[in-house]
């Protein structure tokens, strides 16, 4: 089966535009986390969802937002982008997004901002 | 506030020694720890977790962690270190609706 997977693979934009980054959750999988990872730190939680409804967020300013789609599929878009959004994009699924169950995460969307 | 501490950001160990990886975290209610080990150029894997029962818990690769709540520390050890084990590792806790990582802690191992 295939793992998660995460497109684009990498990503420059410019200061103020717009991406929008997507994530295909494994077979079976209902629920998609989305986290940001600049360099050198730990992943920061942004978003989990869960039946197309958003179950969690992390501290992140509203310029980030995200949905699911009924096949469980997920989009993350940031608006207006800074400097600081420059950083490596995981998305993780997991079977109904409960606390005790393993996140399997993509390998990541790598965005630059210029 | 929920965190997860790493407090050793570089470890260097040599080929065939035991490792043991710090991590403490704070939370109020039991949480559900993990441990992910992250090479370069790959995707987050899982080491282990815990989330109830034996509060000592088998991992992939011969991995190890052990619960200890007085303390509030999720430390994770291997008897003996393979050059393959050299990586990022990151503890982390999901309090059931968010998921905190610590900082992570980077691995050498010298031959």
């Known amino acids: 089966d295939a793992g998660v997977t995460q497109s684009p693979t990498h990503l420059i934009k410019t200061r103020g535009q717009h991406v929008t980054l997507r994530c295909s959750p494994i077979s079976g999988h209902k629920s998609v986390s989305w986290y940001q990872q600049v360099l050198g730190q730990g992943p920061q939680f942004i978003f989990q969802y869960y039946e197309k409804e958003e179950r969690g967020r992390g501290n992140f300013p509203d310029r980030f937002s995200a949905r699911q789609f009924p096949n469980y599929s997920s989009e993350l878009n940031v608006n207006a982008l800074l400097l600081g959004d420059s950083a490596l994009y995981l998305c993780a699924s997991s079977l109904a997004g409960q606390g005790w169950e393993t996140q399997y995460f993509g390998p990541g969307t790598r965005l630059l901002v210029l | 506030a929920q965190s997860v501490t790493q407090p050793d950001i570089h470890i260097t160990v040599s080929e065939g020694a035991s490792l043991e990886l710090r991590c403490n975290y704070s939370y109020g209610a039991t949480p559900y720890l993990f441990w992910y080990v992250q090479s370069p150029g790959q995707g987050l894997q899982l080491l282990l977790k815990y989330f109830s029962g034996d509060t000592l818990v088998q991992g992939i690769k011969g991995f190890e962690a052990e619960f200890k709540r007085s303390q509030s520390s999720f430390n994770l050890r291997k008897p003996s270190v393979h050059w393959s084990d050299a990586a990022e590792y990151f503890c982390?806790?999901?309090?059931?609706?968010?998921?905190?990582f610590g900082t992570g802690t980077s691995l050498t191992v010298i031959p």
């Open positions: 982390a806790v999901n309090t059931g609706n968010q998921f905190y």
